[in-house]
């Protein structure tokens, strides 16, 4: 638009565009000096920030705080730490009763292992003691009962052998299955080698009446002898 006109539509009323106003500049921002350590890394963090890596350094996590005292929450912990202990003590109560109840089972084996040795030792020492030392008589007739062994047992003497025997002079020793007839010296050795061997054994000194099998004419019925 020149002059001109200019003038012209001024004369006419019309009035000049309003200029836009300019904002003051912030001189003291533009003129403020660089802060010493600007863009060096971690100077931003000030005090502030060194006390921080002091406490946490890299690799490590700061504790978990809860949201009233900012302090770890250590209840928690030690609600967890109480749990894990009661645990423990269980499982160890459980090993140490499977401990002693595998000792007491190796020691009950141990026990039985070792009574056995001394029985079959006994057993041994027992059939040297009776070698060529038995009196039966293969043609004794006389069957002369017992109990043994929760059973009723027998053996076949002469007439003079069941009165020795009766009195106590003579005794019956269980070996191998097979029942021998000794003298009572032989049958005090045998007792005392191995007990359980002396199958009949006589106290002179009894009453008759408690040994009704003492008398041959007493018979016992087959199907009752093993």
């Known amino acids: 638009m020149t002059d001109s006109l200019r003038d012209q ?73 109480g749990k894990s202990r009661e645990d423990i003590d269980l499982a160890k109560a459980y090993a140490i009763r499977a401990q002693r109840e595998k000792d007491e089972r190796i020691e009950a084996e141990r026990q039985k292992q070792e009574q056995a040795r001394l029985r079959r030792e006994a057993k041994a020492r027992l059939e040297l003691l009776l070698k060529d030392q038995a009196l039966n008589d293969p043609a004794a007739e006389i069957a002369r009962h017992f109990p043994y062994g929760g059973k009723i047992k027998r053996i076949y003497v002469t007439e003079t052998q069941l009165k020795a025997l009766n ?49 041959p004419q007493y018979q016992v019925p087959d199907d009752l002898i093993w």
Request: hydrophobic content about 30%.
């Open 167 to 215: 009195a106590g002079e003579l005794g019956v020793v269980q070996q191998n299955g097979r029942y021998l007839l000794v003298s009572a010296a032989m049958l005090a050795q045998a007792e005392a080698i191995f007990e359980p061997s002396v199958a009949l054994k006589i106290d002179p000194d009894a009453p008759v009446q408690d040994d009704p099998y003492a008398d």
């Open 9 to 81: 539509l001024l004369g006419l009323g019309f009035k000049p565009a309003p200029r836009p106003e300019r904002k003051p500049e912030n001189k003291r921002a533009g003129n403020r000096p660089p802060h010493h350590g600007a863009g060096k890394p971690g100077a931003q963090a000030g005090k502030h920030g060194k006390a921080d890596d002091a406490r946490t350094r890299p690799g490590q996590s700061r504790p978990a705080r809860d949201g009233r005292s900012g302090r770890p929450d250590q209840a928690a912990g030690q609600r967890r730490g």
